[in-house]
């Protein structure tokens, strides 16, 4: 039997092949479950992620509006679209989103800071979780 720690991928197929075969006595279940957790983990982190982008890109729409463009509005649109597509798929994030804005405000204030070379901006998200996800919302 394959180690966890000595080739992943190998020991992935492995536990596959004994959940589909039944043989569940043969299953590496502590580091199974640390796994499926880590999936979990996986997502909230792919939608922190995504509400920083979209997030900083709302402070750069807002705060330089010489700079509104398309591009920032295509990337406006597209963050949202996977942040829906991501509740969709995984309905059980959909209460985490006010927590998930407050832990991801400080990299958005990050990239908007870099990408404008502006610092004033508010120290909390000054945009409500309907209007992050609100696709018609420009401040």
Same mark, same amino acid.
């Given at each position: 039997m394959t180690s966890h720690n000595t080739d992943f991928h190998a020991w992935t197929q492995e536990q596959a092949k004994l959940l589909r075969t039944g043989q569940f006595h043969k299953l $590496? %279940?502590?580091?199974? #479950?640390?796994?499926? =957790?880590?999936?979990g983990r996986q997502e909230r982190r792919e939608l922190r992620n995504r509400l920083s982008v979209? @997030? +900083?890109? %709302?402070?750069?729409?807002?705060?330089? &509006?010489?700079?509104? +463009? #398309?591009?920032?509005? #295509?990337? !406006?649109?597209?963050q949202r *679209? =996977? !942040?829906? *597509? %991501? !509740?969709?798929?995984? &309905?059980?994030?959909? &209460?985490?989103?006010? =927590? #998930? @804005?407050? $832990?991801?405000? $400080?990299?958005?204030? /990050?990239? /908007?800071? *870099?990408?404008? +070379?502006?610092?004033?901006f508010p120290e909390l998200c000054p945009y409500s979780v309907a209007q992050i996800t609100d696709e018609e919302f420009l401040p």
């Open positions: $590496d %279940l502590e580091n199974l #479950a640390e796994e499926i =957790e880590s999936l979209l @997030v +900083g890109h %709302l402070l750069k729409w807002q705060f330089q &509006p010489t700079g509104q +463009g #398309a591009s920032w509005r #295509a990337t !406006i649109k597209a *679209r =996977e !942040i829906n *597509r %991501l !509740i969709q798929e995984n &309905p059980s994030l959909k &209460p985490y989103l006010t =927590e #998930a @804005v407050a $832990d991801s405000y $400080d990299e958005a204030l /990050a990239l /908007a800071i *870099r990408e404008t +070379g502006l610092e004033q």
